[in-house]
Every structure is written in C-alpha cells, then in structure tokens.
C-alpha cells in the first residue's frame, strides 16, 4: 500500500514549543517550598573515609536533612550492582558524592555544605590501566566477587581491576596467522570524555505523606530510573512514578540512572517536601559518567592480496570507578570486535578495568567509536603497506549477505558495499593525484553496530482516540532531541489513516505511559516503533468493526482517509473516526462498543546468549546498522593544526521515516564526531577533572562548520517498521578514524591517540622520516 | 545592598528590588518566571542564556540584575506576537535546526541580534552570529540554513 505519512519530511513536533520557549525542562519546574540541594564531592581519588562529622550543618536554620553513605546505604546498579549513592566507607574518585544537603535556599545549602568535615585516610589510587592491571594492584573494589551481576553474560575476575572480561573465539587464530602473507600490529588510544549535552543533569523528588514517590528526571530511561531507585530502595515499582518531560541532550550521559537516588534519599527524609537538584557544569564534567578510555592493540594477519584472514584484539577499557553500566560496552565491543569486516578467524578479550577516575558510562555509539577508531585505521594502515586503495581493500573485506561476523552469526539485508561507494562517491576519493592540493587530503572509514541490550528489552504503547477525532500515543521513551515523538506520530498517523495535526504525543510518566525499557541503542524507531504500529493497527481494527456494522460492508473492504471512512471503491457511505470514537451510535438510539484505544508491545524476536568461552552465538542483538563516512582535510604543516573541510556520510537505515529528521540526525553526529576527533579529552591529574568548563574542554562551534553530503541506502529490515533500522548513534562513530586516515593520506602521518591535537601532528610530522 | 531597579521585559514595565550579586538570567527564570532562557554553563560560555539588552545580544547569565535599571530585555518569550511564531522561530522548526531545544531559545536570541542589523547576512555572518552558542545536538548546520531561509524568506530566494 502506498505510504502517505512515513517516509515524508515533517517538522518536528516538538519545535514550535522549544522555538517559543514554551518547552519545559526539568530546572524549568518550580514547586511550592521546594528544597535546593547540593552534594559535598570527594577530593581524594582513592581514600578510607573515617568520619564524617554533618552535625554543624544539620544545625544551621534552613537546613532540612543532610545525608551521607552513614545515612544511605542503598546501591545502584544496572548490570552489576556496585555503585553506592553516597560513599560508603571509601571514596573511589575525585567527585564522588560524599554527602548532601538540601536547605531553603541553594545560597544555604551550599553554606551548610562547608560545614560538613569529613576525616579521610588516603588510599593509592589506581590512576591508570597499567597500574590498575599491575600484580598486587590496589584494588578499587575489594568486594567484587560479592556484587550481584547477570551471571553467564558479565564476567568479573575476583580479587583484580577487572569488573568483566569478555571474550571472542572464532575459527582458529593461530591456522590464520599462519596462512597470512603477513601480520601488523599496532596500538590505538581513545581518552575518557564528556557527553556534554548543554542542558545539566537534573532531578526533582517529592515523598507525599502516604509514602508515594514522584520523581522528574531530565533522564533517558524513566522506566530504568523507577526499576534501580524500586531495588536501591526496597520499594515496589508502582510506589514509584518518574515523570520524565522534555530532556535537552543525552547522548548516553542521562541513561541508566544517574542523580536520581540522591534526590530521591533526600525526598524521603524531609516529606513532604520537595527537592530538587541540578548539576552545575563543573559538577557534569567531574561527577556524572563519561565516556570510558580504550587501549586497544589489533593484531591483523592478511594476504598479499589486501584480505583479512585472522585477528587479535585486546580491549582495555577504562572503565573508572563504577562499571555498572560500563561493562556492557566491553561486552558490545567483544561481540562486535571484526567491524563491518568478514574475518575467519578471531580472537579478541575485552576488559573493564577499574580505576579511581571518573565513572565510565554509556556514549552514543556504546563503544563503538572507540572500537573503530582502532579498527578502520587499521585496515587503512594495511591498505597503505599493500600500496593498495582504501576503499578498494575494504570492498573487499566488507560483510555481505552470507557472511558472519565475530559471533559466527550468519547475515543478512546487509547494505555496506552500498554505504562505502556512496560515501567515496559523494566526497569523490577516486580523484587522481594530480588534482591533490599539497598537504590536502582525503579518508574513508566504515562502521557497524547492533542494538546491545538484554534480549527481553521491551517497549509498549497506547492509543486512545479523542472525541474529535484525533488521538494521543502514550509511551515512555525519552524526547531527547532525536525527533522520536515525530517518527512515532508518523507510524501512528499511517496507520489510522489520519493527518498529523490529528496525532499528539505525551513525554513519559510512567503512572500513565505504558513500560519501555531504556531510550538507548538507537533503539526506539525500530523498537518502539513495531509498539505505536501494532497499537494503531489494534484501534483501526476495532474502528473498522464498528464502521463496518454502521456502512453495511465487511471491514477489509474499507479504508481511513484523513480520518475519513469510506469503502475502497469508494461507493456508498461514510463515516469517520471522529464519530466512531466513543463507539458506534445505532439508528435505535442505542449504543455498541465504546471508546477505541490500540495497545501494542515488542520484544524482538530470538536473541540469544553468547557462549562463555567462545561468544559464539546465532543472534546477539536485534539487528545491524551500517554505514559509512568519509573526510577531506587540510594540514597546515607550520601549525599541526587540521581543518576538516568536507565530510561525506552514507547509512543503510532501512526505511528513512523522516527524511528532515535523518539529515539532522546524521549532521548532528558528524559534528560530535569531528568535536571528538579533534578537540575533546577530559585532562586528569592526579584523577582529578582539570577541565571542568567550555573553556578548558573545547566542543565544536559553528565555525569549524565542514561541507556536508549526506546519503541513505535502504535495505529494509525483516521487523523493523516499514523496514527501518536504528541509527542514531552510528553517525558519529566512523568520523574521527575518517579524519584520521584523511590526515594520513594528506601528510603521510598516522595519529593513534584521540583527540588529533596540533601538537600531536606536528611532532609526527617532525618524526617522520624525511 | 538592596537595589530597586525598572526596566522592561518584551516591552513590559517592570519594577524590582534586587540584590546587589544577582544575575539578569535569576530575575528572568526565578522572580518572572520566563524560563524560556536556559542556563547552560552559568559562565559565559554556552550562550544558551543569550537575550536581547537595548538590542545586544548578551549572556545573561554574566549580567547583574542591578546593571539592567532603565534598559529594555528581550527573551524569547519576546520573540513571537501572541501565540504566532515569528518568521525566525518558523524556519527554525521548518528546516530542522532543532533538536533537543536546550540551545534554541540563545540561538535565536543572538540570531535576531544579527537579522536585526544585518538583513542580508552571509553565511560566513551566520557562523561568526552563533559562533558563541554551544549545540551539542544539531551540527549547526540546519541552524545556519534556518537563519539564512528567514533572512531571505522563499519569495526573495525563488
Ligand atoms: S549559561 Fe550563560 S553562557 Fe552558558
Ligand atoms: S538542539 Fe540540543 S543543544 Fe542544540
């Protein structure tokens, strides 16, 4: 049937209340006798605390409740429950929450914070990955083989750093190398970083006096926050609501849950009154989770002819002081280690590793751009020594239909070859020498990525049709600028046959909104969407009962126009969803049926559980996305410094839904990638955030704007939505390896280590051989 | 010390009695509730906080209450007639240059600064107007597109 809604670029639907200024937030939310919090951080990166004396504090007038760990000894945890809401007896890194007061006034609040003396006794801190894997290392967490974890699916080594290893074992690494021409090694660097969303993290709690706690998060997951808040603190989920309205960037850093347990521990001692904390900027960049470091070192063995038959890889992810959430992206990163590329035979162990730095978190791409800022300037280094093309070696190497990636599962609806000639094509890398600029020049580099969540990760929706005839989708994903309420309009709308104006769309509430499981993994066009699909094909179904009754005709035979119900020829009567909408009116003056509403869920079908000792498995994750970017840069070899002209990007979403929106999205995370690539690193001294401001830590600004040349490929997905496949987070994942091997083909230098910093290039330059 | 100070807001006249370190952004978001500007970094550093002094575009989040006596503030909330998005606002929506929203309200703020100077903008001006606002979301790209559409709206463009 013809599409009329998806597929079509409608504005967003949130824009004209963001444009006026209208949209709220949550530091947007003012509440009668609100209390203002604010949290004592540790100083220390690794120190035994022996008392913490709040008693000066609790005494200040204006001063409602202080907590801390003394207070509080609830824990939070997503994949491995490790993370206290205040310190308990230690302290693992410089920001950690210590105590909290919340007062009358933030100005009081944070004077009774001074009043707060806590008595510490230092501990050697783990600063870095060499230190936290030494023998006899300190450890971060001694208690790691007492915390409660999903058992067979994340592995932590007892009495070590390492909170999970996960391992890869395909065909046989060692016949592979040996069938190689030859074998090149090499070691890649990606520091931790900030999501930087501009809006801070913020939380809003109120305890009534029957015990109910409401909580108003600026968070990704509402349904994720209410489940870890429900088991931190021993509550049954339904006396629990999170109200989650419009969220102003995420990016990872709001998945998962974050401060709500301390506006929630603080909610509960002072009912009932409410609370509310929002993070300065300092506080974001020190004290919510970053993106983890990666130390990867790939060893690859190929033929003369540019094919890859085995690799080895060793993942040493930095995965700070907390890995609750963290472990999983080393899980992601071992499943996904071969990249878009058809390797036989494999061998990779991906370790999260503690340490007293900042904790490691979920970052659009979920490891991913750090797991191909190795891999594609690897298979670009091979390129090299072969004299061979970028471009050609990676045709050559790409999965296609048949082929199986890390975990031998077999793939297919697999569009790459598309994705890498579109990008090559739109930035025009098969230009011929001679119309290169010197110290000009251009690089490809690919990706893949699947949704890596728990195979029950389940969304649902609801759809009531109102008595004028439009209707209301009820969900509980997160509005975070991804234009998800506009796509799930859309679904809705084809559907029922209705135009869009007919549709509105609620940010979530989980008393109301029925249960999604995280707004994450790029997950929710394809997840959420099969929910709002089946939803409104339950509604229509039970619209085009009742007006089948009322036109005289059976219900296939009919069809919705514009709300419009009528036979498909055509001929006969009409009626309409609005008058339908609170059930059919007989000539008799009695009534049948009632008011309409659609439910719909999803689970995707079949995932399946890694082997332990192999990671072989036939379906790890829901599905694939592809795609491609490629970078045309300039060097100044005076300065070091690297202007990214041009930038070209081709994904394989199945179905655009939203051809404005997809642009946005693909842009979008180009220039987080460029930002990524070039600028950002969080600079620790002694585990201590020396860059806590836009000053100091530098995101890109419209003046580093590139050409950008944007393409779909379309290679629709067996259960996405009209075919549709995620794609959010993959837009930024093979910018920084494409500039990277931009800058190699411009100067013959390679940077290994994130960011690209002037100095870095200019001291390649100057090394290399003349 | 306490100050009384009188200004106005979107054209409203407005009287106060301010303390001597609070910011214009406090006077916007806490006593007059327009919450519309949004504090991103409370340094000077994002723009998300830009409004409209006697036409400058400035971060409100560095100005003191007791500096805008007898000057004329902009917000966003200033920006539409009624209910009606002004051209600005309209190509902001119409050609994606929003995304999560956080950055919009500043965006705009020092866009109208530049339209109201400049009505024929390069895009080298667009860049150089927005230079000083962070977006973490959009890439800039559709916002520099948006300004450039209500600069010159279709029918000069066609
Ligand atoms: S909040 Fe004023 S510049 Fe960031
Ligand atoms: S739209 Fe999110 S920061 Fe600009």
Redesign the pocket.
Known sequence: MEKTVVGKSYPRLDGPAKALGAAKYVADLKMPNMLYVKVLRSPHPHARIVRIDSSKAAALPGVRAVLSGQDCQAMLGLYLIDRPIFAIDKVRFVGEPVAAVAATSLRLAAQALALIAVEYELLPPVLDLATALAKDAPLVHEKLHEYAHIHNVFFPVPHTNISNHSKIRKGDVNLGFSQSDYVYEATYRVPQMQHVPIEAHGAVAQMDMTGKVTIWSGCQSPNAVRKLAAVAFNLPEGRIRVITPQVGGGFGGKAGIGIEGMVMALAMRVAPYPVRLILE?EEVFCGTAVRQGLQATIKTGYTKEGRLLAQEADLIWDGGAYTEYGVNIVRAAAYSSAGPYDIAHLKTDSYCVYTNTPVGGPFRGFGMGELHWALEQQIDAIAAKLGMDPVAIRLQNAVCDGSTNATGEVLVGVGLSKCIEGAARLIGMDATPSERKPNHGKGLACMVKGPSTPGTAASSAFIKINEDGSINVTISSAEIGQGMQTVMAQIAAEELGLSMEMVHINTPDTDYSPYEWQTVASRITYSTGNAVQRAAREARGKLLAMASEKLESPPESLTIVRGVITRRDGIGPATSIKELALGLSLPTGAGRGGPVMGTGYFIPDGIHGMDPETGQTPKVTSHWTFGAQAAEVAVDIETGKVNVLRVSAVYDTGFVLNPLLALGQVEGGIMQGLSVALYEELQLSQGQVKNQS?VDYKIATAAELPEMLVGFVETPLDDGPYGARGFGEHTMVPTAPAIANAIFNAVGVRIVDLPITPEKVLAALRAKPK | MQRKIAFTVNQQQVEMVVDPFERL?DVLRERLDLTGT?????????????VLLDGESV????VLAVEIDGKAVRTVEGLSHYLELDELQQAFVNEGAIQCGFCTP?MLMSARALLDKNSEPTVADIREAISGNLCRCTGYERIVVAVSKAARPASALT
């Open positions: 900027r836009f | 952004i949004k504090e991103g970094c409370g340094g000077g550093e994002c723009g998300a906080c830009t971060n409100s989040c560095l500043g």
